[in-house]
């Protein structure tokens, strides 16, 4: 793997949804986007994103997996904020893994997002021993291999995973020309995987965080629920706070207008040092999926 050199600066404080953090290729990257996950009627998606995007956000996050690639790519190009000023992030499935299947895979989701290029695609999940055997390394590298040369070719301005720990990415980089760029995990209080968090940080690798309110599940959570009143906040505008005063990129989804609005509205306070300890001390939950044990 080329060594690209390690940057440790590219964290910034960030104080608007409009304000990025860098990729260690250069590429800027809002701070916050807006998950589509189950938003699969082809009205919410669109209506969702349009909403989205006249509150402010610029990144979109979807996978083929979400299957409303058409409506995600309608929004985008219907909304009336030009191509260059968004964000669209886009997955390889597992079922597409494989250098010449993710290579169709993604065509397959550019045609449908009615996109000219992605600016971020990623690796769903990690092949693993369970399901694969021996085969989980070389599937895995292949897979990146595809992804590489996306970004060669220019048809993606980014390149990463998700849901990998450092087994996974050390193996990559094993045959890799890059790094990845970002690994998009599951994320949030509650739920911090700090060996994957630590090993990111030394390879310069951006966190995005999936589920950043444990898709709502934390949100009763009574600590929180306490320290959010202090800053007459919501539970989870404390959440998304917290996410970025640690330099990670939350992904809240929502298809209500007024909780689209709220998850965006989290750049005019900023956590102390204390509150960002205790809410780093609440209850461990476990993680809805181990990378380790999936089979899907
Ligand atoms: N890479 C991966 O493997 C992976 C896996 C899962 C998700 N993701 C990505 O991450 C995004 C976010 O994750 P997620 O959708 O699982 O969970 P999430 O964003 O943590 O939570 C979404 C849930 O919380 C509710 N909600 C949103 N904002 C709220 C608010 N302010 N107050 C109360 N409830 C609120 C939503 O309901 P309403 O819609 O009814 O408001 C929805 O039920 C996904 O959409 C997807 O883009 C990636």
Not at 53 to 82: F, L
Not at 152 to 179: C, H, Q, W
Not at 236 to 241: K, S
């Amino acid at each position: 793997m080329s060594s690209n050199r390690r940057k440790k600066h590219r964290i910034k404080k960030v104080n608007s949804i409009n304000d990025c953090y860098e990729l260690y290729n250069g590429v800027k990257i809002p701070c916050e986007g807006f998950g589509t996950y189950l938003i699969d009627d082809e009205d919410d998606a669109i209506r969702a994103v349009h909403t989205a995007i006249r509150m402010g956000y610029r990144h979109i996050d979807t996978a083929s997996y979400y299957q409303n690639e058409e409506s995600i790519g309608h929004a985008v190009n219907s909304c009336g904020v030009p191509r260059e000023q968004l964000f669209v992030t886009g997955k390889v499935w597992n079922s597409d893994r494989g250098y010449d299947q993710t290579l169709a895979a993604f065509d397959k989701s550019l045609k449908k997002l009615g996109l000219d290029y992605m600016d971020l695609y990623l690796i769903h999940w990690p092949a693993n021993p369970k399901q694969y055997r021996e085969d989980w390394i070389t599937i895995n590298q292949k897979t990146w291999k595809a992804l590489e040369k996306l970004y060669s070719d220019g048809l993606v301005r980014a390149i990463g995973v998700s849901n990998f720990t450092p087994k996974y990415m050390e193996v990559l980089m094993e045959t890799a020309k890059m790094r990845p760029m970002v690994d998009q995990i599951e994320y949030h209080p509650g739920l911090m995987r700090d060996e994957t968090i630590t090993f990111c940080a030394e390879q310069d690798i951006l966190i995005e965080a999936w589920s950043p309110l444990g898709r709502g599940a934390m949100l009763k959570n009574e600590t929180l629920a306490k320290i959010a009143k202090k800053y007459h906040i919501t539970v989870a505008q404390l959440c998304l706070r917290w996410e970025l005063q640690k330099g990670i990129l939350p992904l809240p989804k929502s298809v209500k207008d007024y909780r689209i609005r709220e998850n965006a509205d989290i750049f005019h306070f900023d956590i102390t040092p204390e509150d960002m300890q205790a809410i780093d001390s609440i209850e461990r939950v476990p993680a809805k999926h181990n990378p380790d044990t999936v089979i899907f």
